[in-house]
């Protein structure tokens, strides 16, 4: 039986990256994964795929709205080939999870393809194309998660689908009714909203990305709306059905009041719950908590002290970049090193356009905890950088301690904001002020002027070019 230092079950960015950490240490490592290609559902049917068809439907919503004004000229008409997108797409994750193999061999990581499971606390299970057992000294189990989906709904998987299949249509939905005003729901709703389909959007609460600030809320609604898409905002889904092509989702409102939206698509997008079937965590002696997420401490172990679990398979949010640094602390620690992660420093994305990020606290959890705050916010239309590319929505916010000035949060949507973040997560990190913030130099014309700005209005309400 073949033994390993460390054994990594699940293969996306917080299993890959944990193994090649333990690997990088100096530790023996194999890596299991039932699917024939690496990388989880981020690179395969997640981050990387969504990227790509976001990417691709910007530019075909450009050419039919911008590229005029901009001075470019097209004749004839422009079409959407959606075939040739999707094959883009696939072509971006093949290349991507080839990347992943090519880290495995040069770390010197052993991959075993197929469903691994305990059998007991020292000992894994993997069923492929043969039964294979091997003995590990630790584990990390990093399976992640898998689309949720409401206990009434059956998922058809052609016309009612989750993320996955609406990453792989062979047309464009005339009406895609999406259940859920997440960040899932937003992004694929955008892409075929691109694409010349009518979307509607069914959320529970009262705005979409609800965790996120309201002030965000508002904002990337208005610009939702302003490009197309309809809100049924404070809707309960009661009921879908469907019947030939055509799917019926049944909703009321917080009167009571019904209506029904007609589509030939439904994409649910309520969320994302741990997956860990066929784990046999309890031949390991693993226990659950009753959302049915891996229990851990904060050094990430289970209450078996030599197994680990990272990712979405844990509490927390889940993001890809959440289980990076989990599996990079996992490995560490087996390591004995003393590794620590500010999960409230963890940045949060949403990639629509314009896009939209945040870091550390909202103004509504500032309020709810009593905390004193002053808030700095800046429009994106008063940047140069801004009117000449023509992407002027949005806003910078920042939030402040009232007393030190220490940076609580900051919120943007606007153009490369995923990006912009990175600022803000650094700032906080370093423990800075908004004065701080105001006081370096951002060049000039940049997005990035706007968190300077928005720096300036939170430390003495003095931005200079509003």
Not at 200 to 213: F, G, K, N
Not at 274 to 299: C, F, M, S, W
């Amino acid at each position: 039986m073949e033994k390993y230092d460390v054994v990594v079950i699940g293969s996306g960015p917080g299993g890959y990256v944990a193994a090649i950490r333990c690997a990088q240490l100096g530790m023996k490592t194999a890596l299991i994964e039932k699917y024939p290609t690496l990388g989880g559902t981020c690179l395969n049917v997640g981050c990387i795929p969504s990227k790509s068809l976001l990417d691709s439907s910007h530019h075909f919503d450009d050419a039919l709205k911008h590229f005029d004004e901009h001075g470019i000229e097209i004749s004839g008409e422009v079409k959407v080939n959606l075939e040739k997108m999707v094959a883009r797409k696939a072509k971006v994750v093949e290349q991507t999870t080839k990347g992943i193999d090519f880290l495995m061999e040069k770390n010197k990581i052993t991959v075993y393809t197929g469903v691994g499971s305990f059998k007991s606390a020292t000992q894994l299970l993997i069923q492929g194309e043969k039964e294979t057992t091997i003995e590990a000294q630790n584990t990390i189990i990093a399976t992640g998660s898998k689309p949720a989906v409401l206990p009434f709904i059956t998922l058809d998987k052609a016309r009612i689908i989750t993320s996955t299949e609406a990453l792989s249509l062979k047309e464009v939905p005339q009406h895609l009714v999406v259940i859920g005003g997440g960040v899932i729901g937003l992004e694929l709703g955008q892409v075929y909203r691109r694409l010349g389909a009518d979307v509607s959007v069914v959320e529970y609460a009262d705005r979409i990305t609800p965790t996120m600030d309201a002030a965000v809320s508002r904002e990337l609604t208005k610009v939702l709306k302003k490009q197309g898409v309809k809100f049924y905002l404070s809707h309960q889904v009661h009921q879908v059905d469907r019947k030939d092509k055509q799917v019926s989702v049944l909703a009321k409102d917080a009167k009571g009041n019904e209506i029904t939206l007609e589509g030939d698509y439904c994409l649910v997008s309520v969320g994302r719950q741990p997956y860990t079937a066929g784990l046999n965590a309890e031949a390991a002696g693993v226990k659950l908590t009753e959302r049915g997420q891996i229990a851990v401490n904060d050094h990430l172990q289970t209450n078996i002290p030599h197994i680990y679990a990272i990712g979405d398979v844990v509490r927390g949010a889940m993001l890809a970049h959440k289980a990076e640094e989990e599996g990079v602390m996992a490995a560490e620690i087996i390591a004995g090193q003393k590794p620590h992660i500010d999960y409230n420093l963890i940045p949060n994305v949403i990639y629509t356009w314009p896009e939209v990020a945040s870091v550390g606290q909202t103004e509504e959890q500032l309020k709810a905890a009593g905390t004193a705050y002053k808030s700095g916010q800046f429009p994106m239309r008063a940047l140069g950088r801004a009117r000449a590319s023509m992407d002027t929505d949005g806003f910078v916010k920042i939030l402040a301690d009232q007393q030190t000035d220490e940076i609580l949060g900051v919120h943007i949507v606007g153009a490369r904001a995923a990006d912009l973040i990175a600022e803000g997560v650094t700032a906080m990190e370093f423990r800075a002020s908004a004065e701080d913030l105001s006081r370096m130099s951002h060049s000039h014309p940049t997005y990035a002027e706007a968190i300077k700005e928005a720096a300036l209005a939170a430390t003495e309400n003095r931005p200079l070019h509003i």
